[in-house]
């Protein structure tokens, strides 16, 4: 199995919603990060994860609150969001944070809409 | 800090055709990763080809190859006999051999191939 899989593909949420977004891997990578990429943008990083500690948090507002239960797996907690949180949210994953095996292997994203 | 300079936010080209998206860096560090990622207007992000900073000689995978002058600090993608299925956002990226996770895109260019 060589990819990301992201649940779900869509997400429409109010603002006083509670919602969760999943990623999940069984490349055995035990890297694992959350980026927002807004339209023709480039990816920017959130999170980053490494053997399922909180590695890199990029000054992220508190409604977003990740989440790594094992190795395969990531979360991405969604509270009171604001409409300019509106975006494609992608998870990747590298076999490690640094070193030779880096390449990071990204999912096909959720599309969260916020009313 | 590193960044990552795409001086060209469109291109085209002729079905068959070559083209060749520019890429320039911007650091202190001898040693590091340069990406090109595809990511077409069904989102998925793939990776396209790697090069490692020590390497001299350039990455090529089948019709995708690069241009690496670690000196001139430029990282071109060329591609050749480009097929309609190459339309995409391409994106440049640099990542550092330590510190990790942080992988810093350029601002993407975006590439229309005309049958």
């Known amino acids: 199995d060589t990819e990301v899989t992201q649940t779900p593909k869509h997400l429409v949420m109010g603002m006083t919603n509670k919602k969760s977004l999943k990623c999940e891997q069984h490349?055995?990578?035990?890297?694992m990060y959350w980026y927002k990429q807004k339209a023709k943008k480039p990816p920017e990083l959130m999170f980053v994860?490494?053997?399922?500690?909180?590695?890199i948090n990029e000054s992220v507002p508190s409604r977003f609150s990740p989440e790594c239960p094992n190795s395969s797996l990531l979360n991405l907690h969604l509270h009171a969001l604001q409409p300019e949180d509106s975006a494609l949210y992608l998870c990747?994953?590298?076999?490690?944070?640094?070193?030779?095996?880096?390449?990071?292997?990204f999912g096909p994203g959720t599309r969260l809409t916020v009313l | 800090a590193q960044t990552v300079t795409q001086s060209q936010p469109e291109m085209s080209v002729q079905e068959a055709e070559t083209v060749t998206l520019s890429c320039t860096y911007d650091?202190?560090?001898?040693?590091?990763?340069l990406f090109w990622y595809k990511q077409p207007p069904s989102r998925q992000m793939i990776l396209v080809i790697r090069?490692?900073?020590?390497?001299?000689q350039n990455a090529t995978e089948n019709r995708f190859s690069v241009n690496f002058q670690k000196a001139a600090k430029s990282f071109s993608l060329k591609i050749s006999d480009s097929q309609l299925g190459d339309a995409a956002m391409y994106f440049c990226?640099?990542?550092?051999?330590?510190?990790?996770?942080?992988?810093?895109f350029g601002q993407g260019t975006e590439l229309s191939v005309k049958p």
């Open positions: 490349m055995g990578h035990r890297a």
């Open positions: 994860y490494s053997y399922e500690k909180l590695s």
């Open positions: 990226a640099y990542l550092t051999y330590n510190q990790g996770g942080k992988l810093i």
């Open positions: 990747a994953s590298s076999p490690q944070l640094a070193g030779s095996y880096n390449e990071q292997f």
């Open positions: 090069q490692e900073a020590y390497k001299q």
């Open positions: 650091t202190s560090e001898s040693d590091y990763y």
